[in-house]
Structures are given as C-alpha cells and as structure tokens.
C-alpha cells in the first residue's frame, strides 16, 4: 500500500509470446477502473444493432456450430459502432462515418453459446490490453464538449479514420 | 457543441471547417464493403487432434452512412431490409495453417498489430478441401427469396460463403437514399437490388480475388513474387542482439558459476545471438 505504480503501460506476461497474466493486480485493476467509469454506458461499442438469425456450413469441421451433421445453427450477429456515444444528446455525432466498426456473432450450439467478436480495422492499435483503457480515453468524446481528449492514440485512430479512402482499405 | 455542428462526427481534434473536411462520397465507398475482422486468432481441431490457427474475417455488405446526419440510420436500415425480405447475409473465411507454418512466419500470429497476408495463407470459407472458391460455385445454386417477414437476417445458403448482398448498394443508390431525407423506399428498392445480386455478387468475388495484393494484408504487391518468397526462418522477438543483456550474462556467469551440471547444459545450448544470427541467414 502507499507504492507508487512502477509500470502501468506492460503487463505482465508468461514469456515474450506468452499470455497475460492474472496475478497482474495493476492490470486488473487499471481494467476495472476503466469498465466501471462510465455506469450505464458500456465505453465501447455501445451502439449498435443486431439480428437473430442462423449460421449454415456446408462442411464438415470439428466445431459444434459448423457441424455437417447439423448444418444449421442459430446465431445472433451485431454491427455496431466504436467510439461513438449512445446517448440521445449526441444523437447528432453518436454515429460517425470514420468510427471504427465492430462486428459480433454469437453462436449457440449443443456445446454451449460461442463468440467471434471483430472490428473492420485491418490493423490493431495496440499489443497490450493494458494501453486499451489509455487509447480510448484519447479517442472517446469528452462528455462536456464532445471533443477527444487527443494524444498519440488519438492521432493514430484519426489517421485511420480520416486517410483517404481509395488508401485507406479494410480487411 | 453536440448537436449543432452537422460535421463534427467526422474528426473531433481538427480545426471544425467544412473546406478541410474529406471528401464525402470518397468516405462512402470506403465503408461500402463492411469486411470484419476478429481481433483474435482461433484454433480449430480437428477429429485426429492435430491443432490448427486459424484468424477468422466476416465480409458483407451492410452499408453504412457517413457524417452522422441521420445518427439511426444503421438500426433502420437494417431494419427495414429484413422486414423488406432483404435479409442481410455475411460469410466467414478463415485463414487455416498449422503451428509448425505458425513458427516459420516472420511475425508472430498472436500479435494483434499484425496480419497473416492473404498470399501467404489464402483465405478460405470453410471448404476443407483447400480450394479456394470460385464465384460460379458459389452462385451456382443460389436459393430464393422468402417474403416472409418474420424470418429475420439470413436465408438458406448452400455454401457458407458469398452473400454479397441485396442489402449493399452502389453509391449511386445510397446518393438516392440521402436525397430522400434517409428514407428509403423498402420494398420496391430492395427488391431491385436483390435482381442485381447475381451480378454484384460475381464482381465482388472477382473483386476480392484481385485487390488482395493492395489490401492491407498483403504484404507484396505481386502474390507470385509472394508465393515465390522463400521460406522465413521463424518470429524472433529482438532481432538484434542486445548488447547489455550480453555483457550483463557475461558478468553473471564470471561472477556466480553454474554448477557442474549446469554448466554442461549450458555450453549444450545455443545462446540467443547465435540463434538471432542463424535465423537470419536462413532468411536471407
């Protein structure tokens, strides 16, 4: 208690390559932080819509929701938007054309639901979750002005949305 | 001020000014083709056990709006296509290749700043026979439309590929449907654009196949040059040797001796240079 945050922007990891830590209180706590700052609003990625639908294969596969034997499982997809606000009082801006777009698929199978979250970035911003929290405090509207607060990050997420579009490509 | 400035959505940190603002129906067609992403690699097994990553994408055609002048325009859209029969349809490509191709790529695949190029892994929508499909097969049997209002975003599809679809349209479309106050006219214009998705369909194949050596998960404009490319030697994390980290183990080792054991082990093993070194001239 009382020390000083040595390192907030690395977390630690099992080797180079290896996966994050959970003994990393620093980082779970930094996460925490950042997911309980705005109450009701998810940070990112709040507005959105979805669809409930079904998933068809038509190959043979291992997993469950691409099963042969059963071709067809339902499945829920959501598009939504990243940076933008869900609120009606930035209904205005609250979906911007340079935003980052996510796309989620949850499917539900006989071995349980299963996820495949996405974004139409073909690039990621960051290699550590840890600079997520700081990236998007950069790119997210300050709820007074509306305006980002700015920084490399932001700088880095604007080029992206503001490069040319016959440059700039999707995946 | 939220609300007032109709082009604020478009970059918050630039100086607010219409004349510097980019050029609006270049921003359409650069969201036009909604392609996906994950962010995270997936592993697929198969019966005999062997393991294989595998980055998934999603492409499809959802449209999107720009400039936030109509900030419900996608839940409406999407809405008014399924109610108009236009059920939206996506389809999943996935990048398979095994761990021992994982090791020998230059970069290292659980890197989320990085891509597997499409030359190098060629992405595949589910086939396991590893052919890459070809557009005709994909729309050879195409099913038909369903009026039904209840069933929502997708119809039957007989390959878990293609749907490039009724919902997308051309810009000119989507011009229209500006003019229009973002009210679109849903049955009469989704029906038009599902007529024309047998052709849309085959030029986005066609497209797709070719733009890869532009897109960002290319790595070369040329997929011969790429697939002519010798074979990488495998991610190292520091290329180049740390000069400190070696004279610190030079150090260490005069100061604290190994046991005898240890120290076998260690004249056994090959140091990280020479490992850096190896790997580099034999990717050379």
């Known amino acids: 208690m009382?020390?000083?945050?040595?390192?907030?922007?690395?977390?630690?990891?099992?080797?180079?390559?290896?996966?994050?830590?959970?003994?990393?209180?620093?980082?779970?706590?930094?996460?925490?932080?950042?997911?309980?700052?705005?109450?009701?609003?998810?940070?990112?990625?709040?507005?959105?819509?979805?669809?409930?639908?079904?998933?068809?294969?038509?190959?043979?596969?291992?997993?469950?929701?691409?099963?042969?034997?059963?071709?067809?499982?339902?499945?829920?997809?959501?598009?939504?938007?990243?940076?933008?606000?869900?609120?009606?009082?930035?209904?205005?801006?609250?979906?911007?054309?340079?935003?980052?777009?996510?796309?989620?698929?949850?499917?539900?199978?006989?071995?349980?639901?299963?996820?495949?979250?996405?974004?139409?970035?073909?690039?990621?911003?960051?290699?550590?979750?840890?600079?997520?929290?700081?990236?998007?405090?950069?790119?997210?509207?300050?709820?007074?002005?509306?305006?980002?607060?700015?920084?490399?990050?932001?700088?880095?997420?604007?080029?992206?949305?503001?490069?040319?579009?016959?440059?700039?490509?999707?995946? | 001020m939220p609300g007032v400035d109709a082009h604020a959505d478009v970059g918050d940190v630039r100086p607010r000014h219409p004349a510097q603002l980019p050029d609006d129906a270049g921003l359409r067609r650069a969201h036009l083709p909604a392609r996906q992403r994950a962010t995270a690699s997936r592993v697929l097994s198969s019966s005999t056990g062997s393991r294989s990553p595998a980055p998934t994408r999603w492409s499809g055609t959802r449209r999107s709006r720009s400039r936030g002048a109509d900030p419900d325009f996608h839940r409406r859209d999407l809405w008014e296509a399924i109610e108009a029969g236009a059920y939206p349809e996506w389809e999943l490509g996935l990048q398979i290749f095994t761990e021992e191709e994982a090791d020998r790529f230059s970069f290292d695949i659980l890197d989320a700043t990085k891509i597997v190029p499409e030359e190098l892994v060629p992405v595949r929508a589910g086939r396991q026979d590893g052919a890459r499909p070809q557009p005709g097969q994909l729309l050879r049997r195409r099913p038909s439309r369903s009026r039904s209002a209840r069933r929502t975003w997708s119809r039957a599809s007989t390959s878990a590929t293609i749907r490039c679809w009724p919902g997308a349209s051309t810009p000119t479309s989507t011009r229209r449907s500006r003019g229009s106050a973002g009210r679109t006219s849903t049955r009469s214009r989704s029906t038009r654009r599902s007529r024309r998705c047998t052709t849309t369909s085959a030029t986005a194949c066609i497209a797709r196949r070719s733009r890869a050596a532009g897109s960002p998960t290319s790595r070369t404009r040329s997929a011969a040059a790429a697939r002519s490319r010798p074979a990488c030697a495998g991610f190292v994390s520091f290329p180049q040797p740390v000069k400190e980290a070696q004279g610190a183990r030079q150090a260490r080792e005069v100061r604290r001796p190994l046991h005898p054991g240890a120290a076998v082990l260690q004249s056994q093993t090959p140091d990280r240079e020479e490992r850096t070194s190896s790997a580099h001239s034999a990717s050379s």
């Open chain 1, 2 to 171: 009382g020390v000083a945050v040595g390192d907030n922007q690395n977390s630690l990891k099992a080797g180079l390559r290896g996966p994050t830590l959970l003994e990393d209180f620093i980082l779970r706590e930094k996460i925490t932080h950042f997911d309980h700052e705005r109450i009701p609003e998810r940070i990112v990625h709040a507005r959105g819509s979805a669809a409930h639908g079904y998933f068809e294969c038509y190959q043979a596969a291992r997993a469950d929701h691409a099963r042969r034997t059963v071709r067809r499982r339902p499945a829920s997809a959501r598009r939504c938007s990243c940076a933008s606000r869900p609120s009606p009082a930035s209904a205005a801006r609250s979906t911007r054309a340079r935003d980052v777009r996510g796309f989620a698929v949850k499917f539900y199978t006989d071995e349980g639901n299963w996820d495949l979250v996405g974004n139409n970035i073909p690039v990621f911003f960051i290699q550590d979750a840890m600079k997520f929290p700081d990236l998007v405090h950069a790119v997210k509207p300050e709820p007074h002005h509306g305006d980002a607060a700015g920084g490399v990050g932001a700088r880095h997420v604007l080029g992206l949305r503001l490069a040319d579009a016959r440059s700039r490509r999707t995946c």
